[in-house]
């Protein structure tokens, strides 16, 4: 700027204050905190930002990705032949949506663990403070959980297409074959999210770790129902990986659809109507006083 310049905007704003007015900046369009416009924005940037952590977070990566592609090879190459001999069916339309909602529910298991973490280290305490939407932490958690639940979908089906599965049954089937993990995840993921926010030092996420290990070897992905002893089979046909893989195999392959397409729904939507309440206290309450 020239000593001409200078001296003119010097005199301007001189002759504004002579006569009592300021040249203030102009307004900006600032949304309400508890707007849904500030509801949505915020959110994806709470999306974003949990995205990004995960992708640079090793245990996420093979939690989510790397462990469940593994895990397929290998039920594959010990149990696979034998299983379809055994029933006539080929065992990779049970093992690889067992395998998408395993890589689902892990992962969202590091991510609460990632969680409970925040908040020990203050994290969601400062995001309280700042004039964002109080509910953008919850909700972008959760439009993250079901990108992550997406991206594992496609990586296991495209294992999944190398080993000889295949989805023929047009492509509406196929785009609800992609949806009802997703779906379910998301059931998931409120649930850890709840016993996380609510569960202090208590290692009630670790005791979900070792349920889901229990379900991955007692649903209808790993053995038929029918392979179980009788008294079992029951259980294992009315549990939530069961009837998801029973839809995702019909879905693919062909058979009954309605019927366990309605009982992941029920199921998904049912782990969402009991957490949510809970999830929304717990985050709230991590967030204020973590």
Same mark, same amino acid.
């Given at each position: 700027?020239?000593?001409?310049?200078?001296?003119?905007?010097?005199?301007?704003?001189?002759?504004?204050?002579?006569?009592?007015?300021?040249?203030?900046?102009?307004?900006?369009?600032?949304?309400?905190?508890? +707007?849904?416009?500030?509801?949505?924005?915020?959110?994806?940037?709470? !999306?974003?930002?949990?995205?990004?952590?995960?992708? /640079?977070?090793?245990?996420?990566?093979?939690?989510?990705?790397? #462990?469940?592609?593994?895990? &397929?090879?290998? $039920? %594959?190459?010990?149990?696979?032949?034998?299983?379809?001999?055994?029933?006539?069916?080929?065992? =990779?339309?049970?093992?690889?949506?067992? =395998? =998408? *909602?395993?890589?689902?529910? $892990?992962?969202? =298991?590091?991510?609460?663990?990632?969680?409970?973490?925040?908040?020990?280290?203050?994290?969601?305490?400062?995001?309280?403070?700042?004039?964002?939407? /109080?509910?953008?932490?919850?909700?972008?958690?959760?439009?993250?959980?079901? @990108?992550?639940?997406?991206?594992?979908?496609?990586?296991? &089906?495209?294992?999944?297409?190398? *080993?000889?599965?295949?989805?023929?049954?047009?492509?509406?089937?196929?785009?609800?074959? *992609?949806?009802?993990?997703?779906? $379910?995840?998301?059931?998931?993921?409120?649930?850890?999210?709840?016993?996380?926010?609510?569960?202090?030092?208590?290692? &009630?996420?670790?005791?979900?770790?070792?349920? !889901?290990?229990?379900?991955?070897?007692?649903?209808?992905?790993?053995?038929?129902?029918?392979?179980?002893?009788?008294?079992?089979?029951?259980? @294992?046909?009315?549990?939530?990986? +069961?009837?998801?893989?029973?839809?995702? %195999?019909?879905?693919?392959?062909?058979?009954?659809?309605?019927?366990?397409?309605?009982?992941?729904?029920?199921?998904?939507?049912?782990?969402?109507?009991?957490?949510? #309440?809970?999830?929304?206290?717990? #985050? /709230?309450?991590?967030?204020?006083?973590?």
């Amino acid at each position: 700027m020239t000593e001409s310049t200078k001296s003119t905007v010097g005199a301007a704003e001189q002759a504004s204050y002579d006569h009592g007015t300021f040249d203030f900046p102009p307004p900006v369009n600032v949304w309400r905190e508890n +707007s849904t416009r500030a509801l949505w924005t915020h959110s994806l940037i709470q !999306c974003k930002r949990l995205l990004t952590r995960w992708a /640079r977070d090793p245990s996420t990566m093979i939690q989510a990705l790397l #462990y469940p592609a593994l895990t &397929l090879i290998m $039920f %594959r190459i010990v149990i696979g032949n034998t299983v379809t001999a055994a029933t006539g069916q080929p065992a =990779i339309y049970g093992n690889v949506p067992m =395998i =998408i *909602l395993v890589g689902a529910m $892990f992962g969202s =298991i590091v991510s609460a663990v990632g969680l409970r973490a925040e908040r020990k280290t203050g994290l969601l305490s400062r995001f309280w403070t700042l004039p964002v939407h /109080r509910a953008s932490g919850l909700v972008g958690r959760m439009m993250a959980e079901a @990108v992550r639940v997406f991206v594992t979908t496609l990586v296991i &089906l495209a294992v999944g297409f190398g *080993l000889g599965f295949r989805m023929d049954q047009g492509i509406l089937p196929s785009i609800l074959l *992609l949806l009802l993990p997703i779906l $379910f995840g998301m059931g998931f993921a409120m649930m850890v999210t709840a016993l996380a926010t609510v569960s202090g030092d208590a290692p &009630l996420v670790e005791l979900v770790s070792i349920g !889901c290990t229990l379900l991955m070897f007692f649903n209808s992905g790993f053995v038929p129902v029918m392979a179980y002893p009788t008294w079992l089979q029951p259980v @294992v046909a009315a549990q939530p990986m +069961s009837v998801a893989v029973d839809a995702m %195999r019909g879905l693919a392959l062909g058979g009954p659809v309605l019927e366990p397409v309605l009982q992941t729904l029920a199921w998904s939507f049912g782990m969402i109507a009991v957490f949510i #309440y809970p999830a929304i206290r717990g #985050y /709230r309450h991590a967030a204020a006083t973590g």
